[in-house]
């Protein structure tokens, strides 16, 4: 299982995925504090994935709106 950082629902977010075939599957998701994470990598990190990944969360579905927005 891989996690990344994201945007989820306007809120920042770990989200937890599988890469089968090529095609990531999310698996989960939980929301997090930025002051949870102190050290200057953690905090690279989330400035470089939440610039890439943005999602939206309704009805048990995920959806990538990272490339609506642009």
Known sequence: ???CFAILN???AEIYFETRRGEPKILGHCYVK???YK???EQKYIKEDTLKFKFSF??????D???HEI
């Open 10 to 12: 306007g809120r920042l």
């Open 34 to 36: 930025k002051e949870e």
């Open 58 to 63: 309704k009805n048990g579905k995920y959806q």
């Open 39 to 41: 050290t200057k990598i």
């Open 65 to 67: 709106i990272s490339m």
């Open 1 to 3: 299982m891989n996690w």
